[in-house]
């Protein structure tokens, strides 16, 4: 049994889907019903679960819309859903809490693909086809991967002390030169800066002061004529004598002495060893240097100081481990020749699986209607990981891309033809109409593939083919209702004669006769003991 199926789903408010809600079995489950009845609204539903960004479904979209499919991994259920908000945004969760889209699609990467028309995530996806080549050949990359990952441990390790021999020597002598730059300026403490410049202008602010009252001093009792107190002294000489001027004599000369007394004390204020030129020249010079320290070292001298213990212990550390970082870096150079002869390993085995799974691939093109076409899987890289499917659909046409050369039929049916070969019981695999526009034998063909891949993986297809219905284990029909002039459909599993009055319904239209449904019986019993044929031989 598949270890990841998906077990319910179910859609509300989605265009004219009202209700619907299918439990699908494993193996291979087929889902019908008349054009425009909404099967591929079904698919839009399953894609808006999965985290799809509901383009597609857009114009479907209701204020009471809701999704949710329920798969089962291992016995372990996963409940995936989406829910319109009253202002048309979709809420989306996961085992019923809230989640993020992103969430929901990495996720159900891992349990599903959904193979549309012109819709093909595995063959665009590269790494998903390397694992296709690597699965179908055996390819075992673990050791590979191992040293990748010791590669990548130790270049972190390399890296966390500065890279390389000749980067970390650079940044040894660099640290060095921060340390020598550091010790030099012989900081005594984180606030030697703001005292030193508070000293400085207190030494500026005397010095300036002194030299202020020096000036002052000459101006008024100079050697000179010039001196303001020697010209008041001779004005006062040249004053008339006579009784009259007496009393301003006196008081002119009174003034005089005080003036001289005044002076006299103001000349006591003056003291030229108050200050010393050199400090004040050496305070200048310190705070340039702190202030340089200050701003190469984190803008304070508290930052540069704690710089400088970091530097320290970086300077230590490189020293302490230069034996072990040369063992690193010959360790890089081992890792690197392993990862070379290992990656070259690698792309010969995956360039023989992909020649394997080329053959094999291309001996299921006739059973999936391409019997003219060819394909390939190239690998390229180092590792052979760069991997893609060149296509041409007929012969002597130049082989290109898949995705550019294929068809939407073509597409789907390669992605058929590479299920037989590669089916994965750990993924759910979804057909959308891969039988479009073949009919007859080809359309048998087709059935009979699904079937047998649903044998390894659980399978859902829609399809228009009776053919290919017949051959599924599980069948759902959608139905086109009018009611009232509504339109509304409604999804249920057939057994029994119902699903015998579909296929003949698939077979001759509305019209059902009597040989259309004797063909549909003789269909279902075909399928059955094919089934059957299967089962035992299994």
Same mark, same amino acid.
């Given at each position: 049994?598949?270890k990841a199926q998906l077990?319910?789903?179910y859609a ?5 889907i009202?209700?619907?809600h299918?439990e ?8 019908t019903?008349?054009t425009g009845?909404g099967k ?16 597609g479904a857009r114009?479907?979209?209701s204020?009471?819309t809701?999704?949710?499919?329920l &798969?089962v ?5 996963? +409940? ?5 908000? /009253? =202002?048309?945004? *979709? @809420?989306?969760? #996961?085992?019923?809490a809230p989640?993020s889209?992103?969430?929901?699609r990495?996720?159900s ?7 549309g028309?012109h819709?093909?995530?595995?063959l665009?996806?590269r790494?998903?086809m ?6 179908s ?11 990748r990952?010791?590669?990548r441990?130790?270049?972190?390790v390399r ?6 021999h ?7 002598? &660099?640290?060095?030169?921060q340390?020598k730059? +550091? ?5 005594? /403490? =984180?606030?030697? *800066? @703001?005292?030193? #410049?508070?000293e400085?202008?207190r030494?500026?602010?005397l010095?300036d002061?002194?030299a ?18 020697s010209q008041?002294?001779?004005?006062l000489?040249q004053l ?7 009393a301003?004599r006196?008081?002119l000369?009174?003034a ?7 002076l ?10 108050a200050?010393?030129e050199?400090v004040?020249?050496?305070l ?7 202030q340089?320290i200050?701003?190469k ?5 508290e930052a ?5 213990v970091?530097l ?10 230069a034996?072990?970082l040369?063992?690193v ?5 081992d890792?690197?020749e392993?990862e ?15 020649t ?10 006739a059973r999936v ?11 390229d ?7 893609q ?7 002597g046409?130049p082989?290109g ?11 789907s049916?390669?992605?058929?033809a590479?299920?037989l070969e590669t089916?994965h ?14 009919s007859g034998?080809?359309a048998?063909?087709i059935?009979?593939?699904l ?5 390894q993986?659980?399978v ?6 009776a053919?290919?219905?017949a051959?599924?284990d ?12 509504v339109?509304?459909t ?11 009055k ?15 449904s004797?063909l ?18 299994r």
């Amino acid at each position: 049994m598949p270890k990841a199926q998906l077990v319910e789903l179910y859609a509300h408010g989605l265009g004219v889907i009202d209700d619907a809600h299918l439990e699908f079995g494993p193996g291979f489950n087929v889902i019908t019903g008349e054009t425009g009845a909404g099967k591929t609204l079904l698919l839009g539903a399953l894609g808006l679960c999965l985290g799809s960004d509901a383009s597609g479904a857009r114009y479907a979209l209701s204020s009471d819309t809701r999704a949710a499919a329920l &798969f089962v991994r291992d016995g372990a259920e996963i +409940l995936f859903s989406r829910e319109a908000s /009253s =202002s048309g945004r *979709l @809420r989306s969760s #996961l085992n019923g809490a809230p989640s993020s889209v992103d969430s929901l699609r990495t996720l159900s990467e891992a349990l599903i693909v959904i193979h549309g028309q012109h819709d093909s995530l595995t063959l665009r996806n590269r790494s998903e086809m390397v694992r296709l080549i690597d699965e179908s050949g055996g390819v075992d990359t673990e050791e590979l991967e191992s040293v990748r990952e010791a590669l990548r441990a130790s270049l972190r390790v390399r890296d966390e002390f500065g890279g390389d021999h000749s980067s970390r020597q650079r940044e040894l002598e &660099f640290v060095a030169f921060q340390l020598k730059e +550091l010790d030099a300026a012989s900081i005594t /403490s =984180s606030n030697e *800066l @703001r005292v030193t #410049l508070e000293e400085l202008t207190r030494l500026s602010s005397l010095r300036d002061g002194q030299a202020a009252l020096a000036d002052v001093l000459a101006l008024f009792d100079a050697e000179g004529d010039d001196a303001v107190l020697s010209q008041f002294a001779q004005a006062l000489r040249q004053l008339p004598s006579g009784d009259v001027y007496e009393a301003v004599r006196l008081a002119l000369s009174g003034a005089l002495i005080q003036a001289r007394e005044a002076l006299h004390e103001l000349a006591a204020l003056s003291d030229p060893e108050a200050f010393d030129e050199a400090v004040l020249l050496e305070l200048e010079e310190r705070a340039t240097t702190l202030q340089q320290i200050a701003r190469k070292y984190g803008g304070t001298l508290e930052a540069a100081l704690s710089q400088r213990v970091e530097l320290f212990a970086r300077e230590e550390r490189l020293t302490l481990e230069a034996d072990r970082l040369s063992h690193v870096d010959q360790e890089i150079l081992d890792l690197k020749e392993r990862e070379v002869a290992l990656s070259r390993r690698a792309r010969h085995d995956r360039e023989l699986a992909a020649t394997k799974l080329t053959k094999a691939v291309q001996g299921q093109l006739a059973r999936v209607a391409l019997e003219h076409a060819s394909l390939r899987f190239v690998v390229d890289g180092d590792d052979g990981s760069n991997a893609q499917i060149l296509f041409t659909p007929n012969p002597g046409l130049p082989e290109g891309p898949l995705a550019t050369l294929a068809s939407g039929g073509e597409l789907s049916r390669v992605l058929l033809a590479l299920s037989l070969e590669t089916a994965h019981e750990d993924l759910v695999a979804v057909f959308d109409e891969v039988d479009a526009g073949l009919s007859g034998q080809v359309a048998q063909q087709i059935g009979e593939c699904l079937a047998e891949v649903g044998r390894q993986q659980q399978v859902l297809a829609v399809t228009h083919l009776a053919s290919v219905a017949a051959r599924a284990d599980q069948h759902f029909v959608i139905e086109k209702l009018i009611d009232h002039g509504v339109t509304r459909t409604m999804v249920r599993a057939l057994e029994g004669e119902d699903r015998v009055k579909e296929i003949a319904r698939m077979l001759a239209g509305d019209d059902v006769t009597t040989e259309s449904s004797a063909l549909a019986r003789q269909l279902l019993e075909s399928s059955s003991v094919e089934r059957a044929e299967a089962d035992f031989s299994r």
